[in-house]
């Protein structure tokens, strides 16, 4: 059985009820995170267009009223900015109300927003000898009420469909954890059975091992795990081969160290493993080397796996491929376009790279809670 260092016994955490059931978890608030910069910038950019064509569509000479398009910046840019600040600032007791409550409350905090600077413009900015002028205030309070409406509204759309996004992936990701092929436990089961009676512990170890893979074959909760903990998983599941195959499987790590914390979703290299033996080493009589790295540079992490090149008549096997698709899907919809996944063949040498961005499951949790 193979040994490296970085290895990490892995703690369990107990399942606990949840009494959140018909409230909205922080995480999953449909409304965007406006204390980002960059939500907040989205906003102003947004309705300094609205304010674009309200002036264009004013204007009775030429193409744009200037002095209105300034007038309604200075309002809109205004009410965007504090209502933004306050949605802000509120958002952790926004996020536990329900999605009625949650908008109920957004709309109030931005019509009176609109409201208190309606009237410091009435009063202080522009005073009318007449008074304030109440018809003019409710119409941008109505007009404030429509845009955001359609402005929670998009959110709510777009928070609906990443949870569809999430819902598919998660299932592609329990139809991955419930492949660990018939054929590979029914040849570890007989295995088993032939050791008992002539090497009775390691009987019992290649038992613990194939217990840890069916255990991590049932998480189904964790989006990430710490690349430690998929490398054990790859050695447990190399141990169990290691005992059918016997000389015929050779393995070379090359494992970079202080990689131990870098995420990486779960069963992502134990498949691309299970292919190298399953195409390059079972049908070949002398067998092979299956070789695992990992290694960093610069802001990414290539995780490498290679094995002798399957034959002609084994290279077009739709399993591989389907392994490969489905561990790229994934990687794309949580890393996005700096997950890559390349496949190559050259000198009879069939390599699967994996690249990564350099960051641990705690970093990549904050950068998609920001």
Partial sequence: MPQYSILTPVKETPLKPDHGIGKQQPGSFYVPDLCRVRAVFLMLVTSELFVLVLS??????????????????LFVQWTTLTSAALICLLRPRLAHMGIAGATLAIVTIVLLD?????????????????????????????????????????????????????????????????????HFLFNSMNTIASLIDSHPELAEEAVL???????????????????????ELCQRYL????????????????????????????????????????????????????RIEVSAKDRFVYLLVQNPAPEAGESRHSGNHIALDNTLARL???????????????????????RLPRQTVSQYKRLVSR
């Fill in 56 to 73: 264009i569509v004013q204007a009775e000479q030429g193409w744009i009223d200037w002095n209105y398009f300034g007038l309604l910046s």
């Fill in 239 to 290: 141990a169990i081969e290691g005992l059918r195959l016997g000389e015929r499987l050779a393995l070379d790590w090359a494992i970079e160290p202080g990689l131990e914390q870098q995420a990486i979703p779960p069963l992502t290299l134990q498949p691309l493993v299970e292919n190298a033996i399953y195409h390059g080493i079972q049908p070949r009589p002398e067998g092979g080397t299956v």
């Fill in 332 to 354: 794309r919809a949580l890393f996005g376009e700096s997950a890559v996944l390349k496949r190559s063949r050259q000198n009879d040498i069939y390599t699967v790279t994996l």
């Fill in 114 to 182: 609109v409201l208190a600077f309606s009237l410091f413009a009435d009063k202080v900015l522009n005073p009318q000898p007449g008074g304030i002028l109440w018809q003019s205030i409710a119409k941008k309070l109505l007009l404030a009420l429509l845009i955001s409406l359609m402005v929670l509204r998009y959110f709510y759309l777009q928070h609906q469909w990443q949870q569809q996004q999430e819902a598919e992936m998660q299932a592609r990701l329990t139809s991955l954890q419930a492949r660990i092929q018939p």
């Fill in 209 to 231: 091992d194939l217990s840890e893979l069916f255990r991590a074959s049932l998480r189904t909760t964790e989006q990430l795990v710490p690349l430690s903990r998929e490398l």
